[in-house]
């Protein structure tokens, strides 16, 4: 069966073309220097560069409000997402959900559960019904973070962190999935994690992994499919980490990572190819199997590569997921 060609329905307002009139300049958020080397140029105007000083990879131009682009219309939302809220089909990212929810059980089984970047409550959704977590959620988002609180009943703020007004040491748990590398100004983000987790508490972070990132790039290159080939998702994904620039970014902001490791990689639909709207429940395999065993081949050997990097990932992981705590001493 062969796609059609299909206008592509969807919620999120992003667009395939930015002029220059609609990016904007960024220092190195790591750092805060702006010496950078040039990798790669995605959708028009928008850059991917590694900063010279710390090796921080990250989006230079980028699109003026990056977080905008979930600021879209809830009809088409739900749409993406119909037969999940009627429980009548799982979330494709089910089996990820799972495995990272198994990681922090391991480390804290009870307590006051903070998401970040709640999106349509979908992995805060999941954590119903494990342990004695109490769940809390903040999404900036007001349409779906209005899908949250009225598909699943979640306790979700409509806010970004910063300005959402938890107390101080109020949370066991603070976790991040698939939404740090959309914000802007990590180092705000992080001081905020601070302020609000308890001494004892964890921080759960889960982002793409910048060398598998570089690596697609390479064979992009190598295969002669560099034009138009989207690879950094440089319109929501501003800033790119590797392990070792994730580790440096939570040392500065007062955290010790003390996990690591590399998540299962994400099988994402395909229905848009054929239908033209794209729905958040797995699509078959069979529409999409080659892509799919290479995603999993890949996975495996990048396991492979981590342990012979001394438990380092390398650039076949897809993920990166850490396990953080404060550090003695610091606030």
Not at 185 to 201: A, C, F, S, V
Request: charged residues 25%.
């Amino acid at each position: 069966m062969n796609p059609v060609k299909l206008e592509y329905e969807r919620g999120g307002l992003q667009k395939d073309i930015y002029k220059e009139s609609e990016v904007i300049h960024a220092i190195c958020p790591l750092c805060g220097k702006n010496e950078y080397k040039d990798i790669y140029k995605e959708r028009g105007s928008i850059g991917i560069v590694r900063c010279k000083a710390c090796d921080l990879i990250y989006v230079n131009p980028r699109i003026k409000n990056p977080e905008g682009v979930y600021w879209g219309d809830a009809e088409e939302y739900f749409k993406e997402a119909k037969l999940i809220f009627e429980g009548k089909a799982a979330h494709h990212r089910d089996p990820n959900y799972r495995e990272d929810l198994e990681l922090i059980y391991q480390y804290k089984p009870t307590g006051n559960f903070l998401d970040v970047g709640t999106n349509m409550g979908f992995f805060l959704r999941s954590a119903l019904g494990w342990g004695g977590w109490r769940l809390y959620g903040v999404e900036p988002s007001p349409s779906l973070s209005e899908m949250a609180r009225k598909y699943f009943k979640l306790n979700v703020k409509t806010a970004f962190l910063e300005t959402a007004g938890f107390e101080n040491t109020f949370f066991d748990i603070v976790t991040m999935t698939d939404v740090f590398e959309h914000i802007t100004n990590p180092g705000g983000t992080l001081e905020e994690i601070h302020r609000i987790l308890k001494p004892d508490g964890v921080l759960f972070i889960k982002v793409p992994n910048a060398l598998f990132n570089v690596f697609k790039l390479k064979m992009a290159g190598l295969f002669r499919r560099l034009n138009n080939y989207d690879i950094f998702d440089s319109y929501e994904h501003v800033v790119h980490y590797s392990a070792n620039t994730l580790k440096k970014m939570l040392e500065k902001y007062g955290f010790k990572v003390i996990r690591t490791k590399i998540g299962r990689p994400i099988q994402l639909p395909v229905w848009h190819k054929y239908v033209g709207q794209y729905y958040q429940y797995p699509s078959p395999r069979s529409l999409d199997w080659k892509t799919q065993t290479a995603r999993t081949l890949l996975y495996f050997l990048s396991k492979i590569e981590f342990y012979l990097r001394g438990k380092n990932a390398g650039y076949l992981a897809p993920n990166i997921i850490v396990v953080a705590q404060k550090e003695a001493g610091r606030g």
